[in-house]
């Protein structure tokens, strides 16, 4: 049995892809985009940066795809080749799959797309549900993972239960409740009109997946043995970013954690903090060499 679209239509669907072709039209270096064939359907991933330079992989959040990295890439591709990857089942080039939440799919997907690669290890960066894939791998491979950079992730504590009670009417509302429902997400940050757009008419046509997210147990978070860098938003009204940051302080110290003042579930202006991050990272790979 075919599994239904993630879109409400052909004609939709085209006009997400077509939008997201015409944002990659600005894409600020040269890139490559690049098909591998995984267990879970063909995965996309837009290739930049040196070949030479060490691998980071990026995973979009929900309900969006790797246009999401445009601002950034420019600046990682300078350190690192840099895989932007367009999760399955979301609203990029990537097969519409979307294997079961509750087990290690989604690990055993990103290893796939690690090995099409040959790559034995990588930096991960992730946001919201790009956050949960990322620990999804980590729990699943820990040793391929470098350095871990959760922003805004799924995973470490439950959703809010009132942004759930919320999207699900929502998303059967047409446009006026796509552009609620971003508007619940971008909270008080100032949302280029270009990004807005885009995100409202992926929100009109696109089918997401409603629901919390499996939470990692402690003990499999007590595995992650890799540097991590944690940041949420202070009035983030998807989840609990404090409970969050908690958890991982508890849990793993020798994570940092950073709680970013009168900010929602968007982070927009944490580039340095990740450079910073990253740059340190990198430091103490060759002393320990």
Request: hydrophobic share 40%; proline share 6%; net charge positive.
């Amino acid at each position: 049995m075919k599994n239904p679209s993630i879109y409400d239509s052909p004609e939709g669907k085209r006009l997400v892809i077509s939008a997201y072709e015409a944002i990659l039209q600005h894409w600020p270096i040269p890139y490559q985009l690049m098909k591998i064939p995984t267990t879970y359907g063909e995965t996309t991933a837009i290739v930049s940066g040196a070949d030479d330079l060490p691998a980071l992989i990026l995973l979009h959040g929900s309900s969006s795809n790797s246009a999401m990295w445009i601002g950034d890439v420019e600046a990682l591709s300078m350190h690192y080749r840099v895989f932007a990857v367009d999760i399955i089942g979301e609203c990029g080039f990537s097969a519409e799959s979307r294997p079961d939440h509750k087990s290690d799919h989604y690990g055993v997907w990103l290893e796939e797309v690690m090995m099409h690669f040959n790559l034995m290890r990588a930096t991960v960066i992730g946001n919201s549900l790009g956050g949960w894939m990322s620990l999804q791998l980590a729990k699943y491979r820990p040793n391929r993972i470098i350095a871990l950079v959760l922003l805004a992730p799924s995973g470490l504590a439950p959703a809010r239960l009132s942004f759930v009670l919320k999207a699900i009417p929502l998303t059967l509302m047409g446009s006026w409740g796509a552009n609620k429902l971003n508007q619940i997400v971008y909270g008080q940050e100032k949302i280029p009109e270009e990004a807005r757009g885009f995100g409202n008419l992926i929100m009109k046509h696109f089918k997401p997946r409603i629901g919390s997210l499996p939470v990692l147990t402690d003990s499999e978070l007590k595995k992650l043995k890799m540097p991590i860098l944690y940041i949420g938003g202070e009035k983030d009204t998807l989840l609990h970013s404090q409970d969050s940051a908690k958890r991982l302080q508890q849990l793993l110290p020798h994570a940092i954690t950073r709680i970013v003042p009168n900010t929602g579930h968007v982070l927009i202006h944490e580039q340095r903090t990740i450079l910073n991050f990253l740059d340190k990272c990198r430091a103490d790979k060759k002393t320990d060499v």
